[in-house]
């Protein structure tokens, strides 16, 4: 079965940092970029950043709110991508979902993952 | 940065019924645009990439058209499991920019 699952979620304090991974099985991790996609409590989705396959360069991007702050990387010999926080900031606090993206297809999002929370608090 | 505008915010429509959401760019995205459906407390599910192409397992009662700045995505033959929230999600440019949702109500 084709799945992502995401892991690192905790309660952190403001300034803190976080590392979230993002798990694929079921598929060849390093033929697709990966995408990360947040959303605050009881509010709509937000880009967070991507990372492409090495294939294409595995650049990087990363809104606004989070560039400076956030890393994605990714280490294919595990299937893992992450998403290192740095200066963690209350507004970060919402789930994490991290996509598969099919760079074939045109950089299409096929696959989420469950999501994992992240609660950034004092 | 593109903007993207879901209208409506909210539906309201019956089992069986037809329903269209639009999604307007706020400069020319060629065909990059992509549907997803979240239903409460699930994570999203795609549903239609590149505008109208449909995702594999997706049934054919989701439809998306469009290109350039007006995109639309239609559901037809309305199921208790549709209802649920949509959102559009513009992929030509970055930063990436999701529309704010569409809820999908009985």
């Known amino acids: 079965e084709v799945q992502l699952v995401e892991s690192g979620g905790d309660l952190a304090q403001p300034g803190r940092s976080l590392r979230l991974s993002c798990t694929g099985s079921?598929?060849?991790?390093?033929?697709?970029?990966v995408t990360w996609v947040r959303q605050a409590p009881g509010k709509g989705l937000e880009w967070v950043g991507s990372?492409?396959?090495?294939?294409?360069?595995?650049?990087?991007k990363y809104a606004a709110s989070v560039k400076g702050r956030f890393t994605i990387s990714r280490d294919d010999s595990k299937s893992i991508a992450y998403l290192q926080m740095n200066t963690l900031k209350t507004e970060d606090t919402g789930v994490y979902y991290c996509?598969?993206?099919?760079?074939?297809?045109?950089?299409?999002?096929?696959?989420w993952g469950l999501g994992t929370l992240v609660t950034v608090s004092s | 940065d593109i903007q993207m505008t879901q209208s409506p915010s909210s539906l309201s429509a019956s089992v069986g019924n037809t329903v269209t959401i639009t999604c307007r760019a706020s400069?020319?995205?060629?065909?990059?645009l992509a549907w997803f459906q979240q239903r409460p407390g699930k994570a999203p599910k795609s549903l239609i990439y590149?505008?109208?192409s449909l995702q594999s397992g997706v049934p054919s009662k989701f439809s998306g058209s469009g290109s350039g700045t007006d995109f639309t995505l239609t559901i037809s033959d309305l199921q208790p499991e549709d209802f649920a929230t949509y959102y559009c999600?513009?992929?030509?440019?970055?930063?990436?920019?999701f529309g704010q949702g569409t809820k999908l109500e009985i």
């Open positions: 996509c598969r993206v099919d760079e074939v297809r045109g950089d299409a999002v096929d696959i």
């Open positions: 990372i492409r396959s090495e294939t294409y360069g595995g650049t990087t």
């Open positions: 079921g598929f060849s991790f390093d033929d697709y970029g």
């Open positions: 590149a505008a109208s």
């Open positions: 999600l513009q992929y030509n440019t970055y930063p990436y920019t």
């Open positions: 400069q020319d995205i060629s065909n990059f």
